[in-house]
């Protein structure tokens, strides 16, 4: 079992940044790849970022690539999500997730831990 904690959210005005912060505890965290997705009031669960277990390689949909960034503190067995940019659409309820996956290639679906979830409110 991998516990996910995330933190951070807030209310931000629009051109604003953010910055997510996803705590595990459980396994190990490095056989993991973290991911971020949203998901707003009556829209489905939407992909933000993810990042393999060694950090090397990450990947964006195209609405957040450029203003977003995700990155991983192994020792600190904590991913962050750094956003810049804001946009009123970014607003969500933000979910770090994990998968067990120890390889240096995307992901974007499969993942079995989840967080509660932190709420991103973009005012315009």
């Known amino acids: 079992q991998v516990q996910l904690v995330e933190s951070g959210g807030g209310l931000v005005q629009a051109g604003g940044s953010l910055r997510l912060t996803c705590a595990a505890s459980g396994r190990t965290f490095s056989n993991y790849a973290m991911a971020w997705f949203r998901q707003a009031p009556g829209t489905e669960r939407e992909f933000v970022a993810t990042i393999t277990w060694s950090g090397a390689v990450t990947h964006y949909p195209d609405s957040v690539k450029g203003r977003f960034t995700i990155s991983r503190d192994n020792a600190k067995n904590t991913v962050y999500l750094q956003m810049n940019g804001l946009k009123p659409e970014d607003t969500a309820v933000y979910y770090c997730?994990?998968?067990?996956?120890?390889?240096?290639?995307?992901?974007?679906?499969?993942?079995?831990?989840w967080g509660q979830g932190t709420q991103v409110t973009v005012s315009s």
């Open positions: 997730a994990a998968k067990q996956f120890r390889w240096d290639a995307v992901t974007t679906t499969g993942y079995d831990y």
